[in-house]
């Protein structure tokens, strides 16, 4: 009860912090539905879409780690990440703003505006993530983590829901113009840039002691590969964790749609809503999530979490073995999916929610940033290898088994629960990262 009592001092705290979750969960999923609309107009070849598509993720690769090192080491009276929320995330909010118009007006545009917006969306990305452990005590983290990731999930809802109708809205307005096909754009902007003024008056940094000049001449490379030089290899073993996880959920994410298309029968409208309930699942579990990993450990909860995805994913592909034997229940099929669906967000969202606090718990208070980024250069090279990987074994089945479409995406669905598995064996050498767990010096 003494814990419930301490975390809840935080709450207001954690909040305002997700603020800066919610400007991403509600411009990503956004971004993601329209931008390859819009590139339609002047892309005929879908491979060339998705490769412009994957700009976010090669960026996050390399950005996030550096700038979030390089807010380690900043000092100002407004903080150390402050300062890069004030200016960057305003400036994403202006160019996510102006896509839909940058569209109407050529290509070369279109791709300026789309580049400017992940340079500085990704950027930013590192900073927001970090000041949560730089104001929650390590104790409470997978409590905090569990609200911020619901504060993201409530800009998802928000973004796919409720903005992405005013897609349809037409209207004339000032300075916007013809609303139709482009509202949701500056309108999401707006609801960022209110964001923004939320942390900045309301949610105030730690002192932090000085950069020692040791801290400052030492180059940035050997600051991110620390971690990876420590006799103490638990960092090692969560960072490889969490990529074989990433591989597993990014292999399968793109894919889902046209398994329920394809295999379940379900219609072109109800292609998206596999992920959609995996989401509100992740959304409305991430806080209980948490609250349970701080009674049980967080260790042990990502591994019964694990188990239960590979248990999920297996059983996904035993199912799509069956092949035309399935679509003979049509709709119960589908809702019986997306009943899993749900199961999996929760324990995908257990994952997700205290992986990060078991990372921080290992870092000192001067480089929380790096192990924010080098969480990042994990989770997103997996994003980026892993659906060409599960792209190319839906084209071997093809061309190899010449499978009926029922049977089609059987492979993948064995990839991801061997990827989980896989997962759960490297998590069991992890010896740290719970709360109580002092950091590797």
């Not at 300026?112 to 104001?135: C, E, Y």
């Not at 199912?319 to 199961?343: D, H, Q, R, Y």
Request: aromatic residues 12%.
């Amino acid at each position: 009860m003494a814990n419930d009592k301490g975390f809840r001092k935080y709450l207001g705290l954690t909040f305002l912090i997700g603020f800066g979750f919610f400007t991403m969960g509600l411009m990503d999923p956004l971004y993601d539905t329209y931008v390859p609309k819009f590139l339609q107009k002047y892309i005929s070849s879908f491979s060339l879409i998705g490769l412009v598509m994957t700009l976010d993720n090669v960026l996050q690769l390399f950005l996030i780690p550096i700038v979030a090192a390089w807010s380690d080491k900043t000092r100002t009276k407004i903080g150390r990440r402050m300062p890069f929320i004030i200016v960057m995330l305003p400036l994403a909010a202006l160019f996510f703003g102006l896509i839909p118009d940058s569209a109407g007006v050529s290509l070369v545009a279109l791709i300026l505006v789309i580049f400017m917006l992940n340079i500085f969306k990704t950027s930013v990305r590192g900073p927001i993530v970090a000041l949560m452990p730089d104001t929650i005590p390590g104790e409470y983290r997978s409590e905090a983590n569990g609200v911020i990731n619901t504060m993201g999930g409530l800009g998802t809802i928000l973004g796919t829901l409720v903005l992405a109708r005013l897609m349809d809205v037409k209207m004339v307005l000032p300075v916007i113009g013809q609303t139709q096909g482009k509202l949701a754009f500056p309108v999401a902007s707006l609801f960022v840039v209110l964001a923004v003024i939320t942390l900045v008056l309301f949610v105030r940094e730690k002192e932090h002691p000085e950069v020692t000049e040791e801290e400052q001449k030492e180059p940035l490379l050997k600051s991110l590969t620390s971690i990876f030089r420590h006799e103490d290899k638990s960092a090692v073993y969560i960072l490889i964790s969490i990529f074989l996880w990433f591989m597993a959920h990014e292999g399968v994410k793109p894919y889902l749609g046209l398994y329920a298309r394809d295999a379940l029968k379900a219609s072109e409208g109800s292609m998206a809503l596999p992920q959609g309930i995996a989401g509100v699942a992740y959304a409305l579990f991430a806080i209980p999530m948490g609250a349970l990993a701080h009674k049980i450990g967080r260790k042990k909860l990502i591994k019964i979490s694990l188990i239960a995805l590979a248990s999920i994913t297996g059983l996904f592909f035993l199912v799509s073995l069956f092949g035309p034997g399935i679509t003979a229940i049509k709709n119960s099929a589908f809702l019986v999916f997306l009943a899993l669906m749900f199961i999996y967000g929760i324990f995908w969202g257990s994952v997700i929610t205290n992986s990060f606090p078991m990372l921080w718990q290992l870092s000192t208070f001067g480089n929380i940033g790096i192990y924010t980024g080098v969480y990042y250069l994990f989770s997103q090279s997996a994003s980026i290898l892993a659906p060409p990987i599960t792209g190319l074994i839906i084209d071997i089945t093809k061309r190899v088994f010449k499978p009926s479409l029922e049977y089609l995406y059987s492979g993948i669905f064995l990839f991801a629960a061997l990827c989980m598995l896989s997962a759960f064996f490297v998590m069991s050498k992890v010896k740290r990262g719970e709360a109580l767990d002092k950091p590797i010096e």
